[in-house]
């Protein structure tokens, strides 16, 4: 799991696979989930701050307003359907006072 000091912003990438093949799924969200619980949901397409890089692989880039543990969710619907989830840690800076 990787962590970040606070005021970093984190790259979220999400990659969707169909028998080891990189794909394209339908649609494509992300969702980012804060140490206190709040869920964000972000739709590519709909969304701008949602990128797709390449065929199947899609990221985010998020700037924690918090320290603590964050969840992160891509989820892809209809065709190619699929999903990966991961964590990410938020340490606070030295230099905050």
Known sequence: ???YTLGTVVRVTGTFKTNNVVVDPSAVT???KTPL???TTL???VDGAVVRASTGV???NYTPALEGRYAF???GTGTNAGA???TFDVKE???NG
């Open 1 to 3: 799991m990787a962590e």
């Open 30 to 32: 992300v969702t980012i």
């Open 37 to 39: 619980g709040v869920e």
């Open 43 to 45: 739709t590519y397409g």
């Open 58 to 60: 899609y990221y985010y």
């Open 73 to 75: 969710r891509w989820a």
């Open 84 to 86: 990966e989830e991961g």
């Open 93 to 95: 800076s030295l230099f």
